[in-house]
């Protein structure tokens, strides 16, 4: 990525026309390099995410004695057939949730120490539940301070199997970590799920990985879901390319009235987060989908309409949509999105604050925020976004800089995280400062 400067002032533009293939997504990149990690030989990746998220994954890994080789799109994973070659390790995972909560699971299969840790907000970031129900398969798993949070210390010597409960409240990536290692343990695991669980498609996301490379679950819709000792097969994967990072490009064209594609996320994607230009489509826009891609044309008045989403399923879409509701013509609710408040910020009060910062109206609740349009008059410029230090806080802002004129962006080298380019990706919408 190209210097940034900090802050990086934005430019509006007028209806953008543009195709673009976006990076790999980080959540099937991650998912796959846990179970290719795991098979029984090596696997090729392709496609696969180049970003701060897979670096860390991969580091891991590594650090567990498992080699991955290549340094671009394109990965070999050499499977240790669930095996944990090295006895001990030290883990850094930065603010990678997934990383760090993949890898637990992953390291308690192992016979030795490991010790995972990351940043400071990581320190702050919920795990406790997950290592609850590593503890019931066996491995002694512990946060060191008692918070909850990492630092986590596991002494393991394999899962053994049995019948774990686990929260479906906080995220799904306890589901998930739980599922990719569970075909490796000695005997059969049924994991129940305490609650409803929150963003589903990710679990069917693991389902799917875990399939593709041999696996299959037996399930209970999103309640229960047993999984008998089994081995990982290694096979080449292609992975798709980031709806998450797609949604960005189709915001712009929905605010912009203009026109976006993006091939790489098309009709049969397993990810959840496509479903953001349904809602789109639903707020006037015009989506077509294909088997390679989908297009978004937004309103030629730049106006989208309002309504009340429930982003359970795609809580990180919920920024994006967040900002586009600026440029509606009725307020915008988002619900169901209390986890937010766990991400890597307070997502809820931080876009509460920044988006108030721009001059607009909004209800903040424990699991909801409702956003007013902006007026003219009400808008509340030059201001200088503050990020949190967050990726998809900068991405999603970049959007209410396609129509306001003054805003820029603090800290927006924090996109590095996911998606380093984005900003001279973007520059192909609107000019930038780059």
Known sequence: MSA??????????????????????????????????????????????????????????????????????????????????????????????????????????????????????????????????????????????????????????????GTVRVAGGRSSQ??????????????????????????????????????????????????????????????????EADAMAAGYFWAAAAVTGGRVRTPGVGATSVQGDRRLADVLDAMGCRTTWDADGVEVLGPLSGRLQGGTFDLNDMPDQAQTLAVCALFADAPVRIENVWNLRIKETDRLAALARELGRLGATVVEEEDALTVHPLE??????????????????AMAFAVAGLRLPGVSL???????????????DWSRLAPTAL
């Open 4 to 161: 940034v400067p900090d802050p990086l002032p934005l430019v509006p533009t007028g209806p953008v026309d543009l195709e673009i293939r976006v990076p790999g997504s980080k959540s099937l990149t991650n998912r796959a390099l846990a179970v290719a990690a795991l098979a029984d030989g090596v696997s090729e990746l392709t496609g696969a995410l180049v970003a701060e998220d897979r670096a860390v994954m991969v580091d891991g890994l590594r650090a567990l004695g498992i080699e991955v080789a290549g340094a671009g799109e394109a990965l070999s994973v050499h499977g240790a057939g669930g095996r944990i070659p090295a006895r001990q390790a030290e883990l850094d995972l930065r603010l990678s949730g997934t990383a760090i909560r993949f890898l637990a699971a992953i390291c308690s299969l192992g016979h030795g120490s490991y010790r995972l840790d990351g940043n400071a907000r990581m320190r702050e970031r919920p795990i406790g539940d997950l290592l609850g129900a590593l503890r019931a398969l066996g491995a002694d798993a512990v946060d060191e301070t008692g918070s909850g949070c990492p630092p986590v210390r596991i002494e393991a010597s394999g899962l053994h199997g």
């Open 174 to 239: 306890y589901l998930s970590a739980l599922l990719m290692a569970a075909p490796c343990a000695d005997g059969p695991v049924r994991i129940e799920v305490d609650g409803e669980l929150l963003s589903k498609p990710f679990a069917d996301m693991t389902l799917a990985v875990m399939e593709a490379f041999g696996v299959t679950v037996a399930r209970d819709g999103y309640a229960a879901f047993e999984v008998t000792p089994a081995r990982y097969r290694p096979r080449p994967y292609e992975i």
């Open 376 to 393: 003219a008059g009400e808008v509340q410029v030059p201001v200088a976004i503050d990020t949190y230090g967050d990726h998809r806080m």
């Open 410 to 424: 603090r800290d927006p080298g924090c996109v590095a995280k996911t998606y380093p380019g984005f900003f001279e």
